[in-house]
């Protein structure tokens, strides 16, 4: 393992991993929160759902976009002092969008401001974890950190819903702005990294912002927009949907991104990652299983929810309570793990983990029937939480290890860059499959119906192109209702929604298990050894091989 110091025991106490884990928590909570919370925020703003989603939207594509960045920046000023920065525009940004009287202010406050604060605080979060624990004791310090993150996740549902209910939706983000005030307060007890005297690469700054951001921007418009074709009366660029030149235009500017970092190292210029860190297997490895994780993750969190709250119509303190089961279990994987067992293999571990998550996957999949409950997510939840838990254990340590110490902010900003991009594809990979699922599957249903009179089979079939939204039987029986669909009609259609609906989820989980399978063919460069052993060499001078044990 490559390492400029080794920092002591004594600097891994409780207080600083609470303080790093309560942060990471903080930092993934708000999208969480929000997503139970759409309607309501929505009515309390005098805006559109469409509206809100455009702030999570843009929270998601500044946090992406300026990560790397951001990881420089940790460099330049030095990881605590950068980690406070950031707090301090992420608790102005909480307090904003506290007292936000309309959209426009919202989007300051939350999409703009928390974004660029986690942006900083992220990837100095990963370096201080670094600084403040001996190699040995990386792995759980990492592992717990990453749980807090993936329980926000879990745990949002659940306190958007109860907070949201009783009281308001405001309350989350001032509770933000005192948790930002108690972390500043204690961030004295954490060891720093000293700043290092280097300049900002402004120029591969701002191709690594335009680069993501298209790819993210058309990753997340998918959904509305279509991955290729145009949806018909949607919008299109020379025939083609919009997703398309935006993804290319981004693979194109990451290209040249890529090159100029290469051409300022050449040159023996100071370039905002450096090239030699792409090469590196062991890094390149841990990256890589973060991507799949982010976007297995990210996938099954959302679909599990709507069928907890659209098909089973369980409302936000319900479906949260459903999902906690994960939470809990990643919490204890996350912490047993190296605890237990301290010289594991990581590569081990992490097969181990994404097996879990794919039998919790396969379990979800074969649940979906009809009269299915709730009770059948109790299983697949813990599997679930077991192989994130397992995950979050060991990658972690796995990429900061890769490096010497002074290169772990920029690792934290790749890292970071690499779950938000995963998160993104996940959502929407997974949601576009669904509604396309759920939109041929109604169509086919209606149309293979004889007691739905040809006329709305026509009607049906014109007006459902475009994309059938995820109704429970109570919307879907409003909107009939509302349209004088006759009953033996109406009846009729919510049979075909609820069949429909269940080959959607069945079909979105099939292909999260599939991508969670995918990730296994990546496991070699994942390393034997566990972090911190003696012996253990140092990865570009025995790289790891691809083969499997």
Same mark, same amino acid.
């Given at each position: 393992?490559?390492?400029?110091r080794?920092?002591t025991?004594?600097t ?7 303080v ?10 708000d ?11 929505a009515?309390d ?24 960045t ?25 307090f904003?969008?506290t007292v936000?009287p ?11 401001l928390?974004?660029?604060g986690?942006?900083l ?5 990963v370096?201080?974890?670094a600084?403040?624990?001996p190699?040995?004791r ?8 990453a ?6 996740i879990?745990a ?6 109860a907070?949201?209910?009783f009281a308001?939706?405001?309350y ?7 948790l930002?005030v108690?972390?500043?307060?204690m ?8 700043p ?9 700054s ?10 993210v921007?058309?990753?997340?418009r ?11 009366g949607g919008?299109?660029i ?9 993804l290319?235009g ?10 100029w ?8 210029g100071e370039?905002l990652?450096?090239?030699r ?30 069928f ?6 369980l409302?936000a ?5 459903r999902?906690?089961p ?7 994987a996350a ?10 293999s990581?590569?081990r571990?992490v ?21 299915a ?6 299983v697949?939840?813990?599997l679930?939480?077991?192989g994130?838990?397992? !995950? =979050? /254990?060991? #990658?972690?340590a796995?990429?900061?290890?890769a490096v010497?110490?002074?290169q772990s902010?920029? $690792? %934290?900003?790749?890292q ?19 509604i ?28 459902l192109a ?7 039987d109570?919307e879907l ?8 669909v006759?009953?033996?009609t109406?009846?009729n259609i919510?049979e075909?929604n ?11 989980f099939? !292909? =999260? /298990?599939f #991508? ?9 460069r994942?390393?034997?050894?566990? $972090? %911190?052993?003696p012996?253990r060499?140092?990865i570009d001078?025995?790289p ?6």
């Amino acid at each position: 393992m490559a390492t400029d110091r080794k920092p002591t025991a004594a600097t891994g106490s409780g207080l600083v991993l609470t303080v790093l884990a309560s942060s990471q928590f903080l930092m993934t909570l708000d999208a969480s929160v929000m997503n139970v919370s759409l309607a309501t925020v929505a009515a309390d703003l005098g805006t559109t759902i469409t509206g809100i989603q455009t702030a999570v939207t843009l929270y998601t594509l500044v946090m992406a976009t300026l990560m790397i960045t951001g990881g420089k920046i940790g460099t330049i000023l030095g990881r605590r002092r950068a980690f406070a920065v950031g707090l301090g525009i992420y608790g102005l940004g909480s307090f904003v969008t506290t007292v936000a009287p309309n959209l426009t202010v919202l989007l300051i406050g939350w999409s703009l401001l928390e974004g660029i604060g986690a942006a900083l605080i992220m990837p100095a979060i990963v370096a201080l974890v670094a600084a403040n624990f001996p190699p040995e004791r990386r792995s759980a310090a990492y592992g717990l950190v990453a749980a807090a993150g993936a329980a926000a996740i879990a745990a949002g549902p659940l306190i958007g819903g109860a907070v949201t209910t009783f009281a308001s939706w405001r309350y989350v983000f001032l509770g933000e702005v005192v948790l930002v005030v108690i972390i500043l307060l204690m961030l004295r007890r954490i060891k720093d990294v000293a700043p290092a005297k280097v300049h900002l690469d402004l120029a591969g700054s701002a191709l690594s912002v335009l680069s993501l951001g298209m790819l993210v921007f058309g990753v997340l418009r998918s959904s509305e927009w279509g991955w290729i074709q145009a949806k018909p009366g949607g919008t299109e660029i020379l025939g083609l949907s919009p997703v398309v030149w935006l993804l290319l235009g981004g693979s194109v500017l990451l290209y040249v991104f890529l090159r100029w970092q290469t051409h300022l190292a050449d040159r023996g210029g100071e370039p905002l990652i450096d090239p030699r860190l792409l090469r590196n297997r062991q890094l390149t490895g841990g990256l890589s299983m973060f991507f799949a994780q982010f976007t297995v993750q990210a996938g099954v969190f959302f679909a599990v929810p709507l069928f907890l709250s659209v098909v089973l119509e369980l409302n936000a303190l319900q479906t949260g309570l459903r999902i906690l089961p994960l939470s809990l279990a990643l919490l204890v994987a996350a912490g047993g793990i190296p605890k237990l067992w301290p010289h594991a293999s990581p590569r081990r571990v992490v097969r181990l983990g994404l097996m879990s998550m794919i039998a919790g996957i396969l379990f979800l999949v074969a649940g979906m029937d009809p009269g299915a409950n709730a009770a059948v997510v109790a299983v697949p939840m813990v599997l679930l939480g077991l192989g994130l838990g397992a !995950l =979050a /254990a060991q #990658l972690g340590a796995v990429t900061v290890s890769a490096v010497t110490d002074s290169q772990s902010a920029e $690792v %934290g900003g790749l890292q970071n860059t690499a779950t938000n991009l995963g998160a993104s594809l996940g959502t929407a990979l997974i949601g576009s499959v669904l509604i396309a699922t759920l939109s041929a599957s109604i169509v086919a249903g209606i149309q293979a119906d004889p007691a739905v009179p040809p006329s709305v089979k026509e009607q049906a079939t014109t007006e459902l192109a475009t994309g059938v939204p995820f109704l429970s039987d109570t919307e879907l029986r409003t909107k009939l209702e509302s349209a004088a669909v006759p009953e033996d009609t109406s009846a009729n259609i919510l049979e075909v929604n609820s069949t429909a609906r269940l080959d959607a989820l069945r079909v979105a989980f099939s !292909l =999260a /298990a599939f #991508l969670a399978v995918g990730a296994l063919f990546f496991t070699g460069r994942i390393p034997r050894q566990p $972090v %911190g052993a003696p012996d253990r060499n140092d990865i570009d001078a025995t790289p790891a091989s691809d083969n499997p044990e």
